[in-house]
């Protein structure tokens, strides 16, 4: 039973516009949630993070959006450039901070074109 | 920039037989993590250490996968006997420690493929 979704496999935009990459978790104890991108041949690099007391987090040109009520998290990319041209996979932990167990979704190969 | 090292970057091996990969953490994080990602998965964790203790390996097959971190900073994780199944990328990660919010690094992993 997997309790994080990345219900979309893949996702095309186009340079400059706004990426979003949805996120659904199944378990109510999840507290700490987080976007990881992974290029080939590389280990996953940690992007940004928010714990479930709050609703939004920004850093740049990356936004996660919380809403527990739904269960549901995003990621905004606001512009996307070629460079983000990655798999990103969402995660969640029980813990208090993402030195927890993570529990990681199946990831969003997300394709930026010029 | 500090990073996690892993070796070896690739490894084939033919089933039944012993393989072991190493992973060196960042300096001075107490935490290591080994992952498993299987082709179109997620990483999914198989083994957390606290130092040199075992924090959780509740999805570590342990009749066949093993790890240590004996002196609480490199590891090695071995697989024996190795099994067409374990084909995937381990990846090793660290934190600073449990009291977080620390974020893990992850090393750039070990491609296992089992013939």
């Known amino acids: 039973d997997q309790q994080v979704k990345q219900n979309s496999p893949s996702l095309s935009v186009q340079e400059g516009r706004i990426s979003i990459l949805n996120c659904d978790y199944t378990?109510?104890?999840?507290?700490?949630f987080l976007w990881y991108k992974k290029y080939p041949a590389e280990g996953p690099t940690f992007l940004i993070s928010?714990?479930?007391?709050?609703d939004k987090n920004e850093d740049g040109r990356f936004t996660v959006f919380l809403n527990k009520s739904a269960k549901h998290l995003s990621l905004h990319i606001v512009p996307s450039q070629p460079g983000d041209s990655a798999v990103y996979f969402c995660?969640?932990?029980?813990?208090?901070?993402?030195?927890?167990?993570?529990?990681f979704g199946k990831g969003t190969k997300l394709t930026v074109n010029p | 920039e500090a990073e996690v090292a892993q070796s070896p970057r690739y490894k084939i091996t033919e089933k039944s037989q012993a393989v072991a990969f190493w992973c060196d953490p960042i300096?001075?994080?107490?935490?290591l993590y080994w992952y498993r990602q299987i082709l179109g998965q997620g990483p999914e964790l198989l083994v957390q250490?606290?130092?040199?203790?075992?924090?959780?390996d509740s999805q570590l097959p342990k009749d066949r996968f093993s790890a240590e971190r004996l002196k609480g900073v490199d590891s090695t994780l071995k697989i024996q006997p190795a099994e067409l199944g374990d084909s995937a990328m381990y990846l090793c990660?660290?934190?600073?420690?449990?009291?977080?919010?620390?974020?893990?690094?992850f090393g750039p992993g070990t491609r296992l493929t089992v013939t």
């Open positions: 990660a660290s934190s600073l420690g449990l009291a977080g919010p620390y974020e893990q690094y």
């Open positions: 378990n109510s104890m999840f507290d700490y």
């Open positions: 928010i714990s479930s007391i709050k």
């Open positions: 995660a969640a932990s029980e813990g208090e901070g993402g030195s927890e167990k993570l529990v």
């Open positions: 300096s001075g994080h107490a935490t």
């Open positions: 250490f606290q130092d040199e203790s075992v924090v959780d």
